[in-house]
């Protein structure tokens, strides 16, 4: 089975603190992803990279940053964290789009920022 | 802008009946849309493909419809039992990963 593993189910930090948010696959899928999920918003992409050290911005890039150095690893980085980037954090990956799997998401990190 | 639309109200279903989820998507044709299952606190979980020249596909008790003129995806449970109880995410593709949209879900409550 494809395993896509974020490093952590829980996190609380405070505002203005630099946030790693670390997303591991073992599947050797090229692209890989990162949604926020808020009730009433649904899914919304970050960022998302199709290539080791490649990345793209997603809908809702301001105030996050990401880093892919080895194909199967995807960081997300909150810069200095806000309130407003509390939240469910899922990170996903796939082979090809379109492909016939679908993503595979990781369980997700719910930050908090206090 | 492109929207996958789910209604946002929850479902509540007797255990044994069939299940029923609406996803409609306005302002784009979708080559494809996706069905994901999620549980609380979890990641969504893939389920199921149709693509737009597909009417119908079918897995185990699960089936979906792709309907072009509608702009519309049903998403049937058969017999459905409490173990159904989840978050179903609707998800339309048409190419590129900038072109994904993932409706906000249904909430399905299967009683007993």
């Known amino acids: 089975d494809v395993k896509v593993t974020q490093s952590s189910r829980y996190l609380v930090k405070r505002t203005g603190e630099k946030v790693f948010l670390e997303c591991v696959q073992d599947?050797?899928?090229?692209?890989m992803f990162w949604y926020r999920q808020d009730p009433g918003l649904g899914l919304r992409l970050i960022y998302f990279?199709?290539?080791?050290?490649?990345?793209e911005k997603g809908d809702i890039p301001e105030g996050y940053s990401v880093s892919r150095e080895k194909k199967e690893r995807f960081s997300l980085i909150l810069e200095s964290a806000s309130t407003n980037q509390t939240s469910m954090y899922l990170c996903?990956?796939?082979?090809?789009?379109?492909?016939?799997?679908?993503?595979?998401f990781g369980s997700g990190t719910r930050l908090t920022v206090v | 802008s492109q929207k996958i639309e789910q209604n946002s109200e929850a479902l509540n279903i007797q255990e044994g009946k069939t299940a029923t989820l609406t996803c409609n998507y306005t302002?784009?044709?979708?080559?494809?849309l996706q069905w994901y299952r999620q549980d609380p606190g979890r990641g969504p979980v893939f389920l199921l493909l149709?693509?737009?020249?597909?009417k119908e596909k079918r897995k185990e008790r699960l089936k979906v419809t792709f309907d072009t003129t509608l702009k519309q995806s049903l998403f049937h449970i058969t017999a459905s039992q409490p173990a159904d109880s989840a978050t179903y995410l609707c998800?339309?593709?048409?190419?590129?990963?900038?072109?994904?949209?993932f409706g906000i879900g249904t909430k399905l409550q299967v009683i007993p």
């Open positions: 996903a990956s796939t082979s090809l789009v379109g492909s016939n799997y679908g993503y595979t």
């Open positions: 990279s199709y290539d080791v050290k490649m990345k």
């Open positions: 302002n784009y044709s979708p080559a494809y």
């Open positions: 599947m050797d899928h090229e692209n």
């Open positions: 998800r339309g593709d048409s190419g590129g990963y900038q072109k994904v949209t």
């Open positions: 149709i693509r737009e020249n597909e």
